[in-house]
């Protein structure tokens, strides 16, 4: 009889693929923009600390996307993402508007810069302990203003200073009542438009394609013009997506104040026997409610 040959599994190494990776490294790089822009802003650099900026902006917006789409997701990734927010979005442009314009106040101008990061913390906070808990009609909205649009618009005085010179926009009562006010619409529960499941309708393609062609050529032609014509168009929004989340609420609390109504009604409907059912006899009544009496008494 011949002999069975016995083939060794080879063994493998155990971790992660490169692929499974991709989406902390994006993370990473967002964290490490965002630490980077602090270093231009003690060197002076500060068109340089706007784009670092920005550019853990667009990582940030990539990271989640990267991992849905290689189903990569993981508790690690949610939790580094939370901590490069931190760093990115709330330290990062608290330092810049700090050490730009805010320190020749000392004391008002850093507690300005430190009120803005606790608004980012627990911001990030509220809404990692949110999901999943929002109710239908609230998915397409964030509560407060996002922390990567809460940056863009906390730097927006250094970005106007590009443009119309450092007198007004980097007066430390300009910055700093900007930067407080960023930090306290990122905390507040004004209700702003998701664009992240934004649907276009089929007829507004061709124009979206449109405009974000023209917001490309902006970029390479006039780019601080361009961020600041976005932000204020951004800032815009916000009275739309607060009529809109308002009708929202007030619909689907109309729908469920009909559907208690509805329930109501036909639980009074089998209490009184209803059409075809006898009444409830007295007896019986008696008989439950010394029962339940005696319950409540052991």
């Not at 923009?33 to 990582?59: D, H, M, S």
């Not at 990271?63 to 508790?75: H, I, N, V």
């Amino acid at each position: 009889m011949m002999k069975r040959r016995r083939f060794r599994r080879i063994p493998r190494l155990k971790g992660q693929t490169v692929s499974k990776m991709v989406p902390n490294i994006i993370t990473v790089g967002a964290l490490s923009a965002g630490f980077t822009a602090i270093r231009f802003a003690f060197e002076g650099k500060w068109e340089f600390a706007a784009v670092a900026i920005l550019v853990a902006a667009v990582l940030d917006a990539l990271d989640g996307r990267m991992a849905r789409l290689l189903k990569s997701a993981s508790d690690f990734g949610a939790e580094l993402d939370s901590l490069s927010d931190v760093i990115a979005f709330g330290v990062a442009p608290a330092v810049v508007i700090y050490v730009w314009a805010l320190s020749s106040v000392d004391g008002p101008g850093w507690i300005a810069a430190l009120f803005f990061t606790v608004c980012c913390a627990l911001r990030l906070a509220r809404f990692n302990t949110s999901l999943g808990k929002l109710p239908p009609y609230a998915y397409n909205y964030f509560t407060g203003i996002p922390a990567p649009a809460g940056a863009g618009l906390a730097i927006l005085p250094l970005v106007l200073s590009f443009e119309i010179g450092d007198p007004i926009a980097r007066h430390p009562l300009v910055a700093g009542s900007w930067l407080a006010l960023i930090g306290a619409l990122m905390v507040s529960q004004l209700p702003t438009f998701s664009f992240k499941k934004l649907k276009v309708p089929q007829d507004y393609v061709l124009f979206v394609l449109v405009a974000a062609g023209l917001f490309v050529a902006g970029l390479a032609g006039a780019p601080w013009r361009t961020l600041i014509v976005v932000a204020v168009l951004y800032l815009a929004t916000l009275p739309f997506a607060y009529r809109s989340f308002t009708r929202l609420r007030r619909e689907a609390e109309r729908l469920h104040d009909v559907d208690e109504d509805d329930d109501s009604g036909e639980s009074g409907d089998q209490q009184d026997g209803g059409p075809d059912g006898p009444p409830d006899e007295p007896d019986a009544i008696a008989d439950d409610s010394s029962k339940s009496s005696h319950l409540r008494q052991v």
